[in-house]
């Protein structure tokens, strides 16, 4: 990891920078994929997933039976381990649900507001480098308590052109009946504009890789809603001198075992410890099975000493991580001055994977400092709100006289036109 002694504001740029693609060559290149797939359909996405996942895949789509057959195979634990992480999850979600707002802010004015879901929602699982059922879950479980009319989820075939079958578990346990193959740009593509087996829906929600981003973009721009530009992983650790350098080393190794674009951040305010997580990070990443991943990831990376932990917080707020674990003493207290960041890990016993997987908040975070604006996936997420207003005639009394004035004076004289006419004919109306 390279390693930068924090002055002032002038590191800031070179800390947060991430290491992406230049956006001018990216876009081209995801366009004509979202061409082909809108002109050609199923033979495009099917073309597509050969080249870059390579394998065809056997099928468009999986249903319920289906799924059920094949996934008997599955480990007893890795089923509860899945189980217990929905039971979770749906506890953490459930309470996030909004109830109708109802008030009168003037005599005879009522205005409401209603959560209504959205009907038909895209849900984009990465494959590459291993199968992320945990996405699954994350995605799946708040849509469906949502209760969104049509739930679509795709994600890239394996090697042997077909759907893992974890992840086919967990979108059964999660409450769904169909699974689509494809990946990439080219997945994001058939939610955008459906094609003759994958329908197209309202809105795209998933992370991806830097392709599955554009796309996302992309598909912005032809009207499909997104959640967010959730693209490459991130985490950003801050550890003090009481920090313990094993947990440390872990927890930056779990990010940077995800891919070559991935990046972690570790600040710290101890050289000593310092050396002491860097002694880990070379003892652990011998027995990582991705290690060769990791190193890439590492030898990208930052670390960064700094005075003390509130300077610590300073960088890490300018840096909006995606991840954010505070290995700190002070780490409540130190949670408090957190402004950017997609989720938060408090204290020594909370590694990222705890959110990853089965604490019950959701993994589906802004990335590449989109954090400044955006929350990570949530209730809210698979939900429109629509406002309601009724006036009665004293509701046109009390505000008409202010709502014609101030149409007048934006010169929009059909709107004060619209009130006036209420005003004038009041005596004539049914209250």
């Known amino acids: 990891m390279q390693y930068i002694q924090y002055t002032d504001q002038k590191d800031l740029n070179n800390i947060i920078k991430r290491p992406v693609r230049e956006k001018e060559d990216l876009f081209p290149v995801v366009r004509k994929i979202m061409d082909e797939v809108k002109n050609n ?14 394998n065809a895949p056997k099928y468009i789509s999986l249903n319920k039976t289906t799924m059920e057959e094949n996934v008997k195979g599955i480990s007893d634990d890795l089923k509860d381990a899945i189980d217990l992480a929905i039971k979770n999850i749906k506890q953490f979600h459930l309470a996030q649900i909004s109830s109708e707002i109802k008030i009168e802010p003037a005599p005879g004015v009522i205005c409401a507001q209603r959560a209504v879901p959205i009907e038909k929602v895209g849900l984009y699982i990465p494959g590459g480098t291993a199968p992320l059922f945990s996405s699954v879950i994350m995605l799946a479980v708040p849509a469906v308590l949502a209760g969104c009319k049509e739930i679509v989820l795709i994600t890239p075939p394996d090697l042997n052109g077909e759907i893992p079958t974890t992840i086919q578990y967990a979108a059964l346990q999660s409450g769904l009946t169909t699974i689509y193959c494809g990946g990439g740009a080219q997945g994001i593509a058939a939610l955008t504009y459906g094609t003759e087996s994958i329908p ?14 554009a796309a996302k973009q992309l598909a912005f721009l032809e009207g499909i809603a997104i959640d967010m530009p959730a693209g490459p992983s991130e985490v950003a650790v801050i550890a003090d001198a009481d920090a313990n350098a094993a947990f440390v080393a872990a927890d930056l190794l779990s990010q940077a075992e995800h891919g070559t674009d991935s990046q972690v951040l570790l600040i710290g ?69 957190v402004t950017n960041a997609g989720s938060v890990f408090i204290g020594a016993l909370t590694p990222e994977s705890a959110g990853d ?21 949530n209730m809210d997420a698979f939900m429109k709100k629509i406002t309601f207003q009724e006036l009665s005639s004293e509701g046109v009394n009390s505000i008409g006289k202010a709502v014609v ?5 934006e010169q929009l004289q059909a709107h004060a036109n619209a009130m006036q006419l209420r005003i004038n004919n009041l005596k004539n109306l049914t209250p």
């Open 41 to 54: 359909g199923d033979r495009a996405l099917i073309n597509f997933s050969e080249k870059f996942d390579g």
């Open 405 to 409: 004035t101030m149409a007048q004076n």
């Open 200 to 213: 197209k829906v309202d809105k795209i929600l998933g992370p991806g890789n830097q392709f599955v981003t």
């Open 269 to 337: 305010t101890n050289d000593k410890k310092l050396n002491e997580i860097e002694q880990e990070l070379n003892k652990q990443i011998k027995d990582l099975p991705r290690s060769e991943i990791a190193k890439t990831t590492l030898s990208k990376s930052l670390v960064v000493k700094t005075s003390d932990t509130d300077e610590a917080m300073s960088i890490s707020n300018a840096y909006a991580p995606e991840h954010l674990i505070l290995a700190t003493s002070n780490a409540r207290e130190l949670a408090t001055k």
């Open 357 to 377: 997987y089965a604490s019950g908040t959701n993994h589906t975070l802004p990335t590449n400092r989109a954090a400044t604006a955006f929350s990570g996936v």
